[in-house]
Nanobody, 127 residues
């Protein structure tokens, strides 16, 4: 089991920044941030495979968002800059500690790669 605790959401004006944090109760191999806006499906925003490889980003956030992790603290971060109203959503942290369950990091854009989810943190960007 993995417990995830997210923090850092809030309300900002367009062009502003926020930093999300997700603390996991144990070491994981796959972690990521997803978001869901009202009336929309949940989508992957940024994901990372701890054993290696480059982080993955949705096209809509490339160049603005940066995902990073502190493996010593089992914590995942999402630095969000140049926020836009279309970034408004509930942001969820997702994690998996078994390599086979997250397909060895090959399909990190899919919900199916993650069995453990945080409670969500709201990000609201006003124009």
């Amino acid at each position: 089991q993995v417990q995830l605790v997210e923090s850092g959401g809030g309300s900002v004006q367009a062009g502003g920044s926020l930093r999300l944090s997700c603390a996991a109760s144990r070491a994981t191999v796959c972690m990521g941030w997803f978001r869901q806006a009202p009336g929309e499906e949940r989508e992957a925003v940024a994901t990372i495979y701890t054993p290696g490889g480059s982080p993955w980003y949705a096209d809509s956030v490339k160049g603005r968002f940066t995902v990073s992790q502190d493996t010593a603290k089992n914590t995942l971060y999402l630095q969000m800059n140049s926020l836009q109203p279309e970034d408004t959503a509930m942001y969820y942290c997702a994690a998996e500690y078994r390599d086979d369950k997250c397909f060895y990091g090959r399909v990190l854009t899919s919900d199916a790669s993650f069995r453990y989810w945080g409670q969500g943190t709201q990000v609201t960007v006003s124009s």
